[in-house]
């Protein structure tokens, strides 16, 4: 939808050939997924539990303020690492072929109040099949933001560098807000359907154990620590949905990212579809540690083109990748945490104001924005 | 509450996997050779283990490759053996995933998952005067169990290898023929050619008033089903069959939606959900290329083939598959 398409310099064929030769790349790590792929998530898995079981134990002595600094950093990297590596990766069904039926995109719940199997359709399902494409997918601003020039300037806008600090903050309630299309669904009639409802209450359960356990239960149990375990969990808390937002942010909204009108993935074929992901995705660069800590979502081109591989696997994927991209002379939107959230935040506050319409004079394209 | 959303048992697990009340597993602790391709796997199962009578099997999930897959296998050790471990014989058959691996890849310690030991290929309670083992291969393995269990004043034994040095267990049996508790005869097929049932008579004159247990590959089974119905005996029989359904992997096949009781003709190409939806069953579905598991269901029978690698599934208990990028490899069993 930018003024220039980068990709307008590739023929039908030498995009279905991209598809080709994407396809090569996935059966490769298909063919050769075993063992030690298996013994890497349940390794993760196993360590995920014991930090969190360290931590909370030393929580119950946070009165005393090395065990809160230390119980409260060990809880929020295990909340992160439930959340990034294992929850966001299981649920796509990167683990299924293994056939355990505890780490299983059908029976993995995580550490998040919006429920797994809504979080599933909405971002399975919505999001990475029509990445990017503005009307399609709701990551796209989150139905709250802004996020390209050719989208409608409205003053409620004005405000969305604030939305957004607080979606970050409250990140996994605006994501379980965004599953349940609370926007929508809150009109008068939407409220009333069953369907809707029987999700809503699903939400309103998950909220509830999730809050007795981290702000009652675990209080409780450590005593005269009553209060500072309370303020070390929702610490926690917020560490994990700030960092969360901040990886999230940068896989899409960083410049140089595309997105796409709705007409445009009629009738898509698979190269064309591999190119959307690839143009409209970035990654982060950095340490091993990094990627980690991300759940591999540093690995966001990658994600999106093969999103049920195991993530272990993005790292080595993504040096395949990257030399289709140079072949076809693509750009490889990457760049380290702190340079790509800037970018995103900038795009933020940038889009917050109105800018000079669009040069489109199509009519409907005109109504077609409006509605997205 | 104190570990929503995974359950205590989810972290007790970390330290104390075999503990009473979690999900049944045992550990492997030792595999010993047996044969060329046999080995025996002494396994300590969890708390939550019932034993087993002999005669019986245990399905095993074991992890291939990464990949769980679950077997069934005869128990081979007597009942109630005082270290509270039990163990199963296994004969690495062409291509077999799960047996390849337990003869020559697995390493004492390993956990594997368990099922309950269960199976009806058993003695009775009061015990028959005279007895007939008739075995073949791996099919001692049950009989083995049942030998090491109690004995008989009267029984013989004809079992079926290709050659000397592939018969399961056969010091022990030797031993047993020494000691005067059974009578034995080899019937090498790789010299002597194949053990023809209805001769059976000039092996063990008096098969016919011996309650027989027989179990061996399907051809036998077969002739010895055949024998004993034809003399009028068939209650004499019991027999143990290892591998009822041989999954045939075509292209295209019956697919039976089993919930809904509907059942259609498929091509090798339509992806599953479409032949479902087609028919008029109510799929879920996402994405419909793959990508967002959403459309997961099991598969319960028969096989399918992913049509993005052409990789084939065969149906096991817990297998699910993605209808949105597999099409019918024969006849299957969808659960819709």
Not at chain 1, 4 to 16: F, Y
Not at chain 1, 192 to 212: D, M, N, T
Not at chain 2, 161 to 180: M, N, S, T
Not at chain 2, 243 to 251: F, L, Q, S, T
């Amino acid at each position: 939808m930018t003024a220039i398409d980068p990709t307008a310099h590739l023929t039908a064929e030498q995009i279905e050939e991209l598809g080709r030769e994407l396809d090569a790349i996935r059966d490769e790590v298909i063919a050769s997924r075993g063992e030690q792929d298996a013994a890497y998530i349940r390794k993760v898995i196993a360590a995920q539990r014991k930090l969190e079981l360290v931590s909370r134990g030393v929580l119950l002595f946070s009165i005393f303020p090395p065990a809160w600094v230390l119980g409260t950093a060990g809880l929020s990297v295990a909340k992160i690492m439930d959340n990034m590596e294992i929850g966001h990766n299981i649920l796509h069904g990167q683990w299924d072929w293994m056939r355990d039926p505890k780490i299983h995109s059908t029976t993995w719940e995580w550490d998040h109040v919006s429920p797994a199997a809504q979080w599933k359709h909405s971002h399975n399902e919505l999001h990475h099949t029509y990445t990017n494409v503005i009307g399609k997918d709701n990551d796209l601003g989150y139905g709250i933001m802004r996020v390209d020039e050719d989208q409608k300037w409205h003053p409620f806008h004005l405000g969305q560098p604030l939305w957004n600090f607080v979606n970050a903050c409250f990140f996994e309630y605006g994501i379980a807000a965004y599953d349940l299309e609370l926007g929508r669904n809150l009109s008068k009639h939407r409220r009333k359907s069953p369907e809707f409802r029987a999700r809503a209450r699903a939400v309103g359960r998950k909220i509830r154990k999730q809050v007795l356990k981290d702000y009652v239960v675990h209080p409780l149990l450590s005593g005269p620590s009553f209060l500072p375990t309370l303020a070390a969990t929702f610490t926690a808390n917020l560490v994990r949905n700030i960092w969360s937002h901040s990886v999230i942010m940068c896989g899409h909204f960083p410049e140089g990212v595309q997105v796409f009108e709705r007409r445009s993935i009629n009738g898509e074929t698979r190269g064309q579809w591999y190119l959307r992901q690839m143009m409209g995705s970035a990654n982060i660069s950095g340490s091993k540690a990094m990627h980690f800590m991300t759940g591999n979502l540093s690995h966001q081109i990658e994600h999106h083109l093969f999103p049920d591989l195991p993530s272990n696997r993005y790292a080595e994927v993504a040096v395949k990748v990257r030399a289709l991209f140079e072949k076809y002379e693509l750009e490889y939107v990457t760049g380290p945490l702190p340079k790509q959230v800037y970018s995103a935040w900038r795009k933020v506050f940038r889009l917050s104001l109105p800018n000079r319409k669009p040069h489109v004079k199509a009519p409907e394209r005109e109504r077609e924005l409006v509605a997205a | 509450m104190v570990t929503t959303p995974l359950l205590p048992s989810d972290y007790l697990d970390l330290v104390s996997p075999l503990r009473a009340g979690a999900d049944l597993r045992g550990r492997i602790e030792a595999v010993r050779p047996e044969t060329g391709d046999a080995a025996t796997i002494v396994i300590r199962p969890g708390r939550g283990w019932r034993g087993h009578t002999a005669g019986q099997y245990v399905r095993v999930g074991v992890d291939v490759d990464g990949v769980r897959l679950w077997r069934a296998y005869s128990v081979t050790s007597p009942t109630h053996r005082r270290d509270g471990r039990f163990t199963i014989t296994v004969k690495a058959i062409r291509d077999g995933k799960v047996s390849n691996h337990l003869v020559r890849r697995a390493k004492p310690g390993t956990l594997i998952q368990l099922d309950q030991a269960t199976g009806d290929f058993v003695l009775p309670r009061a015990k028959p005067a005279k007895v007939l083992y008739l075995t073949a291969g791996s099919g001692i393995t049950p009989v083995m169990g049942m030998l090491r269990d109690s004995e008989f004043d009267d029984a013989v034994m004809v079992h079926c290898a290709p050659q000397p040095h592939d018969v399961i267990f056969r010091e022990e049996l030797h031993g047993l023929v020494a000691a005067g508790k059974l009578r034995l005869t080899e019937v090498h097929t790789a010299t002597d050619g194949m053990l023809d049932v209805a001769r059976l008579g000039e092996l063990v004159p008096d098969w016919a008033e011996r309650e027989t247990w027989a179990c061996g590959p399907a051809g036998l089974l077969d002739a010895a089903e055949e024998h004993w119905n034809g003399h009028g005996v068939p209650e004499r029989l019991h027999t143990e069959r290892f591998r009822p359904n041989v999954v045939v992997a075509g292209a295209g096949g019956e697919v039976t939606f089993s919930t809904t009781g509907k059942s259609v003709d498929a091509d090798g190409a339509t992806p599953l959900l479409d032949v479902g939806e087609d028919a008029g069953v109510l799929m879920p579905s996402g994405c419909r290329m793959g990508i967002c598991f959403g459309c997961v269901t099991p598969l319960k029978a028969g096989a399918v083939r992913d049509l993005r690698t052409g990789e084939i599934t065969e149906a096991e208990p817990g297998v699910l598959i993605q209808t949105c990028v597999s099409a019918a490899a024969g006849p299957c069993d969808i659960e819709r």
